[in-house]
């Protein structure tokens, strides 16, 4: 039997941009699974640092007696328990040397001899003076064995300097990537100096040992009874290790979205770069029909391409993914981030996901252009294949037609549903699916959209570039099934990037709005007692903006609790408040609160409350409601008619705004820090300070954090789309080679040529990003909408700026990806390129 030769359909190399692609998505399924991984080691090294030497956790409630208590309480009582200690929940400051304070948390060493084993160096405190600390709280505070840490009278239970030698070190959580919470570990000789007379007794959870040879569980089913709840230390670290990694659910759930987007980008510029090989091998196929070959033979030659793509793109996304994450750990390492080198922690799924995941994409961009493939008749070698025309709607254009307005209409009750607190859950649920539903047949109907949107662009871009231009908007609008799969990868990045950039900044906008309605003042600072210069030497704290003195008292207005009223005039209110407009509604006999306060002492917008002042006479107290004031404002006049000298003094204080000379260098912590240093010093008495705006750059923070973490993950689907746009002009040069031989013969220059390309890169990447922007803004408002509509009044903030800089940057990209292009198409002289290339 003669063998039978296996068809040879495409080279590999013109497959070069869909191996690239893939490699770039599972580079990225890679890095997010490594780095979930170290996530999800290093908080549960932490959880279980909590319990290093215990074998059962001990549960006993406390009453309000207990809680009160100035002296130590007793262990709880579990039978067949050895020794019991308190869990500790506390937290410290120690000063190094140089005098630099951090913050630490507390764990007490198991008593006993059983406490040795778990350090690494030294030995366990033994007096009052001496301390044990753990690895990473010896890095950050500069000392090793036998140095001194100072424990600040400000911070001491006994209210003095205490000095405290180093006599002990424990190793950081085993496994904890990014290093773990420094710690101070606490032993019975030096808990009621670290601690406080109760020696951190005053716990609802305490930590047992059980005889050796003893089954914790065991012990636990027998000891639990009445108002104690036994556990093993392994149900509760794994309780406390849950707990640890709750909030990263939804963080996990974002990398998970932009793992899917890549993924698809990837698909799309897959797809389309099998189409257009096997749409310019069309008659390649007819003929080798023609000579005998059958379907299956053509269409296994397809399958064994997407196989060895998805294959080749994978072990290098793989290879890379790891070797990525590696250099990332080892920067990390070198700059101080981590406690030494960590090897890359190589799984199963971070091999396996990735190869899995570029596999199965690439098998199915394939399917579609593997079906035409098979399709091809014999006749189709005798005749030259013109580019497919897409006549009418046709089936695919209908069904999106029908996704976009039923996934518009879904998304509209869904947003409207979300701004109901009741079904808040719902509708943001309807919302998300009417997104990805209308999205889904935007991308359906952008072939029949790509020829009037590349003509009309063509047109203004042909007033600009002059021949080039418009035979480049020619080429764009003839072959719209390839233009819309480049496009459809551009849409995605710049929709996405739109969509987080129009959410974040109306996020940012409509949170600063709610806490300036809530909390309009930085800082406010009460006491029964306080210095005369109070508020002066607030005001010269490093990264204060201004203090200003006041005063408040409580009023009985017939509700359970008194009505706390803060006196302030409306100069002191306009300098200090971040809504400077409040000060015209503050005027003598008007209390200014908002609608929560009013509720919650039974209040309404303009009624007049009859209060008795200080004179023994009743005043009349006008109510005027203030969006959501979580203070209650009036005048000194009015203060001091109503209260007489029985107030206290209060400093209201603004912070510097951030990025200003006066805040360089500060944090809201470090303002934090320096209020209460101040308040906890001589002359003041029941001081307490209340930070606003901490909150409100905390929320600015996150919130810049999260654009920027998004942006960072997007520009992975963005640069699988640029690669797209490259791909789509090489393959259109080789498909195109006779029209532009008969260009060249005719006249047309290299430059005019390499011209012609960057102006067809251009109007992909203009086509692409309007439609992104613009479905991107929709997305952005509507969702914002939905997530946080039914709990604040959204203040809808476009951010022109961002989004004139993803146009001009795509614009940017699609010139820079027609370059190799362009020069191919270039160098190919008129009468060579005439020859068939088939």
């Known amino acids: 039997m003669a063998r039978r030769t296996p068809v040879k359909l495409t080279p590999l190399r013109r497959h070069f941009a869909a191996v690239l692609t893939i490699a770039l998505s599972c580079t990225f399924v890679a890095v997010m699974v490594l780095a979930g991984n170290l996530m999800q080691s290093s908080l549960r090294s932490q959880a279980a640092q909590q319990f290093d030497g215990a074998d059962l956790q001990i549960e006993r409630p406390l009453s309000d007696e207990d809680w009160s208590s100035e002296d130590p309480l007793d262990p709880p009582e579990v039978p ?85 030698t180093v006599v002990g070190i424990a ?39 059980v005889p050796e040879g003893t089954d914790p569980a065991d012990v636990a089913a027998d000891a639990s009874a009445g108002d104690l709840t036994v556990r093993t230390v392994d149900e509760a670290e794994e309780e406390a290790a849950g707990q640890f990694m709750q909030g990263f659910g939804a963080l996990a759930m974002v990398l998970a979205v932009f793992v899917v987007i890549a993924l698809f980008t990837s698909a799309v510029v897959i797809a389309n770069t099998f189409a257009v090989t096997i749409a310019q091998r069309t008659r390649s196929l007819a003929l080798l029909r023609t000579l005998g070959a059958t379907r299956s033979q053509v269409r296994s030659v397809v399958l064994r391409e997407s196989l060895t793509v998805g294959l080749v793109g994978s072990l290098l996304g793989v290879l890379g993914g790891h070797l990525l994450a590696q250099a990332a750990l080892a920067a990390a390492a070198g700059i101080g981030w981590m406690d030494g080198l960590v090897l890359v922690p190589v799984s199963l799924w971070s091999v396996l996901l990735p190869i899995f995941a570029g596999v199965a994409i690439t098998l199915g961009a394939s399917f579609a252009p593997m079906r035409s493939a098979t399709k091809v008749a014999p006749l189709q070698a005798l005749r030259p294949a013109p580019p497919a025309q897409q006549r009418g709607l046709g089936v695919r254009g209908i069904l999106g037609l029908v996704a976009v307005v039923l996934g518009i209409a879904v998304m509209a009750g869904g947003t409207a549903l979300a701004l109901t607190s009741d079904a808040a859950a719902l509708g943001i649920l309807l919302a998300m699916v009417g997104g990805v539903l209308s999205f889904t047949g935007v991308l359906m109907t952008l072939v029949i959209a790509t020829r009037p949107l590349s003509a009309l662009a063509g047109r203004i871009v042909g007033r600009l570039g002059g021949l ?26 710049t929709t996405l990037m739109t969509m987080m950039a129009v959410g974040a900044r109306t996020a940012e906008a409509t949170l600063t709005s709610e806490l300036d309605s809530r909390r309009p003042i930085d800082l406010v600072v009460s006491a029964a007692e306080m210095p005369e210069d ?55 006999g008007i209390v200014l609160l908002g609608e929560e306060r009013a509720e919650r002492f039974d209040v309404t917008d303009g009624e007049v409350l009859q209060v008795q002042g200080a004179d023994g006479a009743e005043h009349e107290l006008t109510v005027q409601v203030d969006a959501n004031l979580q203070m209650s404002l009036v005048t000194p006049a009015t203060l001091e008619q109503l209260l007489g000298k029985s107030t206290d003094p209060v400093v209201l204080g603004d912070f510097a705004d951030p990025g200003t000379a006066a805040r360089e260098g500060i944090t809201a912590l470090d303002l934090v820090d320096a209020v209460n240093q101040q308040i906890s010093g001589e002359g003041y008495s029941e001081a307490s300070a209340d930070f606003g705006g901490t909150e409100r750059e905390s929320y600015a923070q996150i919130l810049s954090i999260l654009l920027g973490i998004t942006i960072a993950l997007l520009a992975v689907a963005v640069l699988v789309a640029l690669v797209g746009v490259a791909n789509t002009l090489s393959l259109g040069v080789i498909e195109r080679t006779g029209e532009n031989a008969l260009l060249r013969a005719l006249g047309t220059t290299r430059r005019q040529m390499r011209a012609m390309l960057g102006w067809e890169g251009v109007l992909l990447a ?7 922007i613009v479905l991107g803004s929709v997305y952005g408002v509507l969702g914002i909408n939905a997530l946080l509509g039914s709990t604040y009044p959204v203040s809808i903030t476009i951010p022109w700026g961002q989004l004139g800089l993803v146009l001009v940057l795509a614009l940017l990209a699609g010139v820079l990806a027609s370059v190799l292009p362009g020069r191919a198409a270039a160098r190919t002289a008129p009468a060579a390129a005439l020859a068939d290339a088939d």
């Open 80 to 164: 067949g328990a050895d020794a019991v200690w308190p869990q500790l929940m506390d937290y410290i400051q120690l000063d190094s040397p140089d005098g630099d304070g951090v913050f630490l948390t507390t764990a007490m060493l198991p008593p006993g001899d059983a406490g040795e084993r778990y350090l690494s160096e030294g030995r366990a405190a033994t007096s009052d003076s001496e301390v044990v600390l753990d690895a990473s709280a010896a890095d950050q505070l500069g000392v090793t064995l036998d140095d001194t840490v100072v424990q600040p009278a400000d911070f001491s239970p006994s209210g003095t300097e205490q000095e405290l």
């Open 171 to 209: 190793p950081t959580a085993d496994g904890a990537a990014f290093g773990g919470t420094p710690r101070v570990l606490v032993s019975e000789a030096d808990a009621q100096t670290l601690l406080g007379p109760t020696a951190g007794t005053i716990t609802d959870k305490w930590l047992a040992t």
């Open 468 to 493: 080039p231009a418009r035979i480049a908007g020619a080429n764009v609008a003839r072959n719209p099934r390839r233009s819309a799969a480049t496009i459809a990868a551009l849409l995605i990045g």
């Open 534 to 588: 109070a508020a002066e030497k607030t005001a010269e704290i490093d990264g204060m903006d201004s203090a200003h003195a006041a005063a408040r008292g409580d009023i009985d207005v017939d509700v359970e609790e008194p009505m706390t009223l803060y006196g302030a005039d409306p100069e002191t209110v306009r300098e200090v408040s971040h809504r400077p407009e409040m000060a015209d509604e503050l005027s003598d």
């Open 766 to 772: 203009l086509v692409g990003a309007v439609l992104g």
